[in-house]
């Protein structure tokens, strides 16, 4: 089962994450003991080692085509309560475990009016409640205590992909 997990990483990390993902419903079937034995963070990657445009690929590229908030009833009600809108890309989300770590996190927090990590655009989606504050600071901290990292966070009409 191991060597399983260490292909499906494998895998992952050398193909195009949304198609791989699209393209293979292994990782919805994933033990929480695997899971717990997965390396997410490892999947980030250093930039000081390597020259973006041989590596084909370009961050500032990839930000300009950023996710816009995905839409849920929970996310729509919360907006339409005067809730501000959060996009934040987070790094090694690929499983339905890693959204139930997320969900919990930010779920607790008060300041959140509304969550939905979305697997295929590799998002969290906040909408922070009318008058209260999550700062970028809070967001990477509540982030890392779920075991992720981020590389971009987005706000009001960024988020709303404008």
């Known amino acids: 089962m191991r060597q399983l997990f260490t292909a499906i990483t494998a895998l ?10 699209a393209e293979s419903d292994t990782a919805q079937s994933v033990t929480p003991e695997a899971h717990a034995d997965m390396k997410h963070g490892d999947m980030a990657h250093d930039h000081a080692s390597h020259d973006h445009q ?5 961050h500032e590229s990839a930000n300009s085509a950023a996710a816009s908030i995905t839409r849920t009833q929970e996310i729509s009600d ?6 501000n809108p959060v996009v934040v890309d987070v790094l090694g989300v690929v499983c339905d475990f890693c959204a139930v770590a997320m969900n919990k996190v930010f779920g607790k927090r ?20 009318k008058g209260a504050a999550l700062t970028d ?21 960024q988020a709303m992909g404008g």
């Open 78 to 83: 919360a907006l339409e309560q005067g809730g």
């Open 54 to 58: 041989s590596a084909g690929h370009d």
């Open 110 to 129: 008060d300041e959140v009016a509304a969550v939905y990590v979305d697997l295929d655009k590799k998002t969290l989606n906040l909408v922070v409640s």
């Open 12 to 21: 992952l990390l050398t193909t195009s994450l949304p198609s791989a993902y």
């Open 137 to 157: 600071k809070d967001i990477e901290q509540l982030a890392m205590k779920a075991g992720y990292r981020i590389a971009a966070i987005r706000r009001d009409s």
